[in-house]
Each structure stands twice: as structure tokens, then as C-alpha cells.
């Protein structure tokens, strides 16, 4: 309340400026470095989920899937700071002296590009899981219909299979979109962490889950930057919340459509 009361909302939602000790507090940059990360992260999960989903799914021999499946799993299991140890470890180097260099002059390889890869790893379990699930829901009737027809795998697969599981894809997208805003630790450690506007992929940025675990500790005692900092506690929540929201939706029409 006292953020609200003293900066109109407009001015905290699209502003740059940061200076926290002068009562400015634009969390502009620190949304769009949410966007970014999160965005790189399904751009680069989504495609990779779906082909391993529809392979152990549709084609894999029934002792390939039960010994896949079990280690995906337990992706989800790993801590989020290994993730971010190994982030630091392995893509940083990767991003600074292999990727970066054919594209920027310098590049710490502290960027949302970082986060992209470090989050795709870590949501890569829930959007097979999910998917799987949802490819399993589709009566074999309709493969059997299909295939009897003279189609191939590959087109009841297509024609079928995806075009009746759109709804319970679209719920794993927003699950996992929900799983990487809320994502804190393994972000913080390979984003580098500047109230910036990333202008690349190789630049670095502050996502809101950053800024609130980095923060919050320490400025309790500046009523003003606390108070900034539930905002943005707030935001976020507010944006999660929203997210989940639509996934249940499209999971209920799901399930109602099913029976």
C-alpha cells in the first residue's frame, strides 16, 4: 500500500528507472526479463518435449518407455540450485566462448539466454509427463480407425492424435509457463542480474523471482523498498495465479469432454 499510495500504478508497471534509495521504483526491466527467460525457455522446451512425448508415446518399444520415463522423472526431483550450479558450470563457458562470440563482441555469458537453457532442462519432466498423459487419454479406437484406413503412424499421429490432445498441450504449455515465473535460485545464479531492459539474448537481466530472493532479507528495514518488494511479490503471484487458472480450465474441458 504505501508503494500504491505514492507512485501510480502505470509509472511502477512501465518504467526503467530503478533507484531504490531515491523512491524510484520502475519494475519495467525486471518484467521484460521475466518475459524473456521465460520465453527462451519454452521456445526451447516445447519442441524438444513434444518429439520426445510423441516418440515414447506413439513409437517406443513398451521397455524403452518404462526405462525412459522413470528418469525423466527424475529430472523433476533435482534440486533447482544443481541446476543452477551446472548452469554456471557448463553453459555460462558454453555461452561466453563458443555461442556469444559469433554474434556480440563480449558477453559475460550471464544472460536470459542462460536462463532460457537453465529453465528449458528443468520444465523439459512436467511438459512430457503431462503430454504423455494426455496421448494416453486418446482412445486407441481412433489410432485403430485411422490406420485401417491406410494412414501411416506418422499421419494418425498427426491427424489424430495432436488434433485431439490440443486442449491438454496447451494445459502443459501454461503449466510449465507458470513453473518458469516462479523459478527463483537456478535463475538468479546464471542471469546476471541488471535492472536492465534486455536488448539480445546475450544481454543480462533481473527476473521479478531474482529481485524478491536477492532483496528481500536485507531491505526490510526501508519501508518504502519492502514495500516495493511485495509489489512485486504480488505481481508475480498475480501473474502464476492467472496462468493456473487457464491451465485447470482447459484441463476441466478436457476431462468433461473425455466422459
Given at each position: 500500500?504505501?508503494?500504491?499510495?505514492?507512485?501510480?500504478?502505470?509509472?511502477?508497471?512501465?518504467?526503467?528507472?530503478?533507484?531504490?534509495?531515491?523512491?524510484?521504483?520502475?519494475?519495467?526491466?525486471?518484467?521484460?526479463?521475466?518475459?524473456?527467460?521465460?520465453?527462451?525457455?519454452?521456445?526451447?522446451?516445447?519442441?524438444?518435449?513434444?518429439?520426445?512425448?510423441?516418440?515414447?508415446?506413439?513409437?517406443?518399444?513398451?521397455?524403452?518407455?518404462?526405462?525412459?520415463?522413470?528418469?525423466?522423472?527424475?529430472?523433476?526431483?533435482?534440486?533447482?540450485?544443481?541446476?543452477?550450479?551446472?548452469?554456471?558450470?557448463?553453459?555460462?563457458?558454453?555461452?561466453?566462448?563458443?555461442?556469444?562470440?559469433?554474434?556480440?563482441?563480449?558477453?559475460?555469458?550471464?544472460?536470459?539466454?542462460?536462463?532460457?537453457?537453465?529453465?528449458?532442462?528443468?520444465?523439459?519432466?512436467?511438459?512430457?509427463?503431462i503430454v504423455i498423459e494426455v496421448f494416453d487419454n486418446v482412445p486407441q479406437d481412433l489410432r485403430n480407425a485411422s490406420l485401417s484406413l491406410g494412414a501411416t503412424q506418422w499421419q494418425t499421429t498427426k491427424k489424430v492424435v495432436?488434433?485431439?490432445?490440443?486442449?491438454?498441450?496447451?494445459?502443459?504449455?501454461v503449466l510449465a509457463i507458470s513453473r518458469a515465473f516462479g523459478e527463483t535460485i537456478a535463475v538468479l545464479m546464471v542471469c546476471g542480474n541488471l535492472a536492465q531492459v534486455p536488448q539480445s539474448l546475450f544481454d543480462s537481466a533481473?527476473?521479478?523471482?531474482?529481485?524478491?530472493?536477492?532483496?528481500?532479507?536485507?531491505?526490510?528495514?526501508?519501508?518504502?523498498?519492502?514495500?516495493?518488494?511485495?509489489?512485486?511479490?504480488?505481481?508475480?503471484?498475480?501473474?502464476?495465479?492467472?496462468?493456473?487458472?487457464?491451465?485447470?480450465?482447459?484441463?476441466?474441458?478436457?476431462?468433461?469432454?473425455?466422459?
Amino acid at each position: 500500500m504505501p508503494i500504491l499510495n505514492s507512485t501510480s500504478l502505470y509509472n511502477l508497471l512501465f518504467s526503467s528507472e530503478w533507484k531504490p534509495f531515491k523512491e524510484a521504483f520502475g519494475f519495467y526491466p525486471f518484467i521484460v526479463g521475466t518475459l524473456w527467460v521465460t520465453a527462451i525457455s519454452i521456445i526451447i522446451a516445447l519442441p524438444l518435449s513434444m518429439l520426445t512425448a510423441i516418440y515414447l508415446s506413439e513409437y517406443a518399444h513398451i521397455r524403452i518407455r518404462k526405462l525412459v520415463l522413470p528418469l525423466i522423472e527424475l529430472l523433476s526431483g533435482i534440486p533447482p540450485v544443481l541446476y543452477g550450479v551446472w548452469g554456471v558450470l557448463v553453459i555460462i563457458p558454453l555461452i561466453q566462448d563458443h555461442i556469444a562470440p559469433h554474434f556480440v563482441e563480449f558477453t559475460t555469458g550471464y544472460s536470459v539466454l542462460a536462463g532460457g537453457i537453465v529453465l528449458a532442462i528443468m520444465i523439459f519432466p512436467l511438459i512430457i509427463s503431462i503430454v504423455i498423459e494426455v496421448f494416453d487419454n486418446v482412445p486407441q479406437d481412433l489410432r485403430n480407425a485411422s490406420l485401417s484406413l491406410g494412414a501411416t503412424q506418422w499421419q494418425t499421429t498427426k491427424k489424430v492424435v495432436l488434433r485431439k490432445s490440443t486442449d491438454g498441450i496447451v494445459a502443459a504449455v501454461v503449466l510449465a509457463i507458470s513453473r518458469a515465473f516462479g523459478e527463483t535460485i537456478a535463475v538468479l545464479m546464471v542471469c546476471g542480474n541488471l535492472a536492465q531492459v534486455p536488448q539480445s539474448l546475450f544481454d543480462s537481466a533481473y527476473p521479478l523471482p531474482a529481485l524478491i530472493a536477492n532483496n528481500y532479507g536485507e531491505m526490510m528495514s526501508i519501508p518504502m523498498y519492502d514495500s516495493a518488494l511485495m509489489f512485486a511479490a504480488l505481481l508475480l503471484f498475480v501473474i502464476i495465479f492467472l496462468f493456473n487458472a487457464i491451465s485447470r480450465i482447459i484441463l476441466y474441458r478436457i476431462e468433461k469432454r473425455n466422459n
